[in-house]
């Protein structure tokens, strides 16, 4: 295959994917005031925040508190966001929570709705809330949320959506990262003066270009036809698979439950 190097650069954060690939640019921002406004959108009419009244569900007065002491191991974070995204999960009462209610209310509102709820007892730590997705993971160096078209240089899709897909397919995309590559996608690896550069891989009328990861952006390998070079396009997937213990039990539920609410 004739390809030669027509150069390589290596691309720090910036211009256009400034708070799209940036890891700390990209944490989201408290606003208590729309968490709110969505407070009273969604829950207000079947939840009270008031010490002893209730509506069709029950009353969420000092939930922060209370909602760390209702499942053994469960965080009152993770424990507000399955109520909402996996109702069914557990029952502090015999009330119905709405299935679905987490696609209605969206990902990003969800986040405030949260953030405003475990303000109202003075809470301002929110690192809990960012979640193994934004903390130990690592995730969004890699993975946007916002459902926009991929430009060329995004090493990993968009997980707009992805919580549409059952749990057992998200925990196994995970563990397995290629054994489910995403469609559009593809990867390559290619022997340059005797060092072997692989990435993903984007195919050109001029040429091709390699694309993978390095401490303070992207490596981006550019191939012109003009030479002898060999590639060859592989079934390996550049992100890392989490099945030799990289998260404890719970720090994988978490994560799980975060990219559950993704709808």
Same mark, same amino acid.
């Given at each position: 295959?004739?390809?030669?190097?027509?150069?390589?650069?290596?691309?720090?954060?910036?211009? /256009?994917?400034?708070? *799209?690939?940036?890891?700390?640019?990209?944490?989201?921002?408290?606003?208590?005031?729309?968490?709110?406004?969505?407070?009273?959108?969604?829950?207000?009419?079947?939840?009270?925040? #008031?010490?002893? #009244?209730?509506?069709?569900?029950?009353?969420?007065?000092?939930?922060?508190? /209370?909602?760390?002491?209702?499942?053994?191991?469960?965080?009152? /974070?993770?424990? %507000?966001?399955?109520?909402?995204?996996?109702?069914?999960?557990?029952?502090?009462?015999?009330?119905?929570?709405?299935?679905?209610?987490?696609? #209605?209310?969206?990902?990003?509102?969800?986040?405030?709705?949260?953030?405003?709820?475990?303000?109202?007892?003075?809470?301002?730590?929110?690192?809990?809330?960012?979640?193994?997705?934004?903390?130990?993971?690592?995730?969004?160096?890699?993975?946007?949320?916002?459902?926009?078209? &991929?430009?060329?240089? %995004?090493?990993?899709? &968009?997980?707009?959506?992805?919580?549409?897909?059952? #749990?057992?397919?998200?925990? *196994?995309?995970?563990?397995?990262?290629?054994?489910?590559?995403?469609?559009?996608?593809?990867?390559?690896?290619?022997?340059?003066?005797?060092?072997?550069?692989?990435?993903?891989?984007?195919?050109?009328?001029?040429?091709? /270009?390699?694309?993978?990861?390095?401490?303070?952006?992207?490596?981006?390998?550019?191939?012109?036809?003009?030479?002898?070079?060999?590639?060859? *396009?592989?079934?390996?997937?550049?992100?890392?698979?989490?099945?030799?213990?990289?998260? &404890?039990?719970? *720090?994988?539920?978490? %994560?799980?439950?975060?990219?559950?609410? %993704?709808?």
């Amino acid at each position: 295959m004739g390809y030669r190097i027509a150069g390589v650069v290596l691309f720090a954060i910036c211009s /256009v994917l400034i708070g *799209e690939m940036n890891y700390s640019s990209r944490l989201p921002q408290v606003r208590l005031s729309q968490g709110k406004e969505g407070f009273e959108k969604y829950c207000r009419k079947c939840h009270s925040l #008031e010490a002893g #009244e209730s509506g069709f569900g029950p009353t969420l007065h000092r939930i922060a508190s /209370v909602a760390s002491t209702r499942r053994s191991g469960q965080s009152a /974070v993770d424990y %507000l966001w399955e109520s909402v995204v996996d109702p069914a999960a557990f029952k502090a009462t015999e009330g119905i929570m709405p299935v679905g209610l987490a696609s #209605e209310i969206g990902r990003e509102k969800l986040f405030q709705i949260i953030s405003y709820l475990m303000s109202i007892e003075g809470n301002r730590d929110y690192a809990s809330l960012w979640g193994v997705f934004y903390g130990k993971g690592k995730c969004a160096e890699c993975h946007i949320l916002n459902p926009v078209n &991929s430009a060329d240089y %995004l090493l990993a899709p &968009s997980l707009s959506g992805v919580g549409v897909n059952d #749990e057992a397919y998200l925990r *196994e995309s995970l563990n397995c990262p290629s054994c489910y590559l995403s469609r559009g996608y593809r990867f390559g690896k290619a022997m340059i003066e005797d060092e072997l550069v692989s990435g993903r891989l984007i195919e050109r009328e001029d040429g091709l /270009v390699l694309i993978n990861r390095k401490d303070s952006g992207f490596l981006v390998t550019k191939i012109s036809k003009e030479d002898d070079i060999e590639w060859s *396009e592989t079934k390996t997937s550049l992100m890392p698979a989490y099945a030799d213990g990289a998260f &404890s039990g719970e *720090e994988m539920d978490d %994560l799980i439950l975060f990219l559950r609410s %993704l709808r």
